[in-house]
Nanobody, 126 residues
Framework: VQLQASGGGLVQAGGSLRLSCAAS????????MGWFRQGQGKEREFVAA????????YYADSAKGRFAISRDNAENTAYLEMNSLKPEDPATYYC????????????????????WGQGTQVTVSS
């Protein structure tokens, strides 16, 4: 299984970025997809998750209203659209996949996920 995250970079505060996560080696349509981030010296924290069919999405409070998670099962790719980026958003962003079939509200824990990508760096300049 491989999850390839991309799309990170340097953006000014208030700007936008779109992260992508290309998956291979797993049945993507059967996997809940999540995004997490880890800032320097911080623990990995949940950002957003999306159900298999895109019916449900779940966001951390820090992401609500600014970030949008989506997926394209035909392309085996998940996305994280990040708008109104703030100085507190810089981190390495990781995508993750799980075959767990509980309610999506359970998907805020890193331990729920079976597979992880390598991360993509997001930097925000003020």
């Amino acid at each position: 299984v491989q999850l390839q995250a991309s799309g990170g970079g340097l953006v000014q505060a208030g700007g936008s970025l779109r992260l992508s996560c290309a998956a291979s080696g797993l049945t993507f349509a059967n996997s809940v997809m999540g995004w997490f981030r880890q800032g320097q010296g911080k623990e990995r924290e949940f950002v957003a998750a999306i159900s298999r069919s895109s019916i449900s999405a779940y966001y951390a409070d820090s992401a609500k209203g600014r970030f949008a998670i989506s997926r394209d099962n035909a392309e085996n790719t998940a996305y994280l659209e990040m708008n109104s980026l703030k100085p507190e958003d810089p981190a390495t962003y990781y995508c993750a996949a799980t075959r767990d079939r509980r309610s999506i509200a359970n998907y805020g824990s890193p331990g729920t996920y079976d597979y992880w990508g390598q991360g993509t760096q997001v930097t925000v300049s003020s």
